[in-house]
T-cell receptor, first 114, second 111 residues
Framework: KAGVTQTPRYLIKTRGQQVTLSCSPISGHRSVSWYQQTPGQGLQFLFEYFSETQRNKGNFPGRFSGRQFSNSRSEMNVSTLELGDSALYLC?????????????FGQGTRLTVV | KQEVTQIPAALSVPEGENLVLNCSFTDSAIYNLQWFRQDPGKGLTSLLLIQSSQREQTSGRLNASLDKSSGRSTLYIAASQPGDSATYLCAVLSGYSTLTFGKGTMLLVSP
């Protein structure tokens, strides 16, 4: 059974540019969550999608957005990149039943903003 | 707002030792608690999931306990090996599929 796949694995972008990250969940999983991991803040929740609807959102600026497609694949977009957006972005998939499912993570996308 | 704390932040032990990692959370209204392992620059690997109605879970040399009323969980690693060296993260699920993470315990097991 294939795991959670994130692409690309590494990205280098310039300040002011925008970037799109992709996440393919485990087959049958309908929930996809995104997290940002930095050395200073640790893992912080960005947003969660279930059946193409954003079900929950963390405390991040509107430059961070996402969407989910009918096949449960999800994309995350960051516009007007800032140096502080450099981080490991992790995607997690789960069955999505409220409060009772195990989360499985991908290998992450390492974003560097220069 | 849920907050998760992990103690210690770092731990160094010789191979073969048994060890305990601690996790505490401020809001006991959780659905479950997961322990993860993260190798440098990599994603998270799920180790154990404890539902809120459970007291403990075991997988091989790992045993995790949960005391929801006191807001605490421990991860016990028996007979540690150098391959156990990694950062261990505790996360609680308080709603939908949103996990709140601790900062982790960085473990180094020396041969």
């Amino acid at each position: 059974k294939a795991g959670v796949t994130q692409t690309p694995r590494y990205l280098i972008k310039t300040r002011g540019q925008q970037v799109t990250l992709s996440c393919s969940p485990i087959s049958g999983h309908r929930s996809v969550s995104w997290y940002q991991q930095t050395p200073g803040q640790g893992l912080q929740f960005l947003f969660e999608y279930f059946s193409e609807t954003q079900r929950n959102k963390g405390n991040f600026p509107g430059r961070f957005s996402g969407r989910q497609f009918s096949n449960s694949r999800s994309e995350m977009n960051v516009s007007t990149l800032e140096l502080g957006d450099s981080a490991l972005y992790l995607c997690a998939s789960s069955l999505g039943a409220v409060g009772n499912t195990e989360a499985f993570f991908g290998q992450g996308t390492r974003l560097t903003v220069v | 707002k849920q907050e998760v704390t992990q103690i210690p932040a770092a731990l160094s032990v010789p191979e073969g030792e048994n060890l305990v990692l601690n996790c505490s959370f401020t809001d006991s209204a959780i659905y479950n608690l997961q322990w993860f392992r993260q190798d440098p620059g990599k994603g998270l690997t799920s180790l154990l999931l404890i539902q809120s109605s459970q007291r403990e879970q075991t997988s091989g040399r790992l045993n995790a306990s949960l005391d929801k009323s006191s807001g605490r969980s421990t991860l016990y690693i028996a007979a540690s090996q150098p391959g156990d060296s990694a950062t261990y993260l505790c996360a609680v699920l308080s709603g939908y599929s949103t996990l709140t993470f601790g900062k982790g315990t960085m473990l180094l097991v020396s041969p």
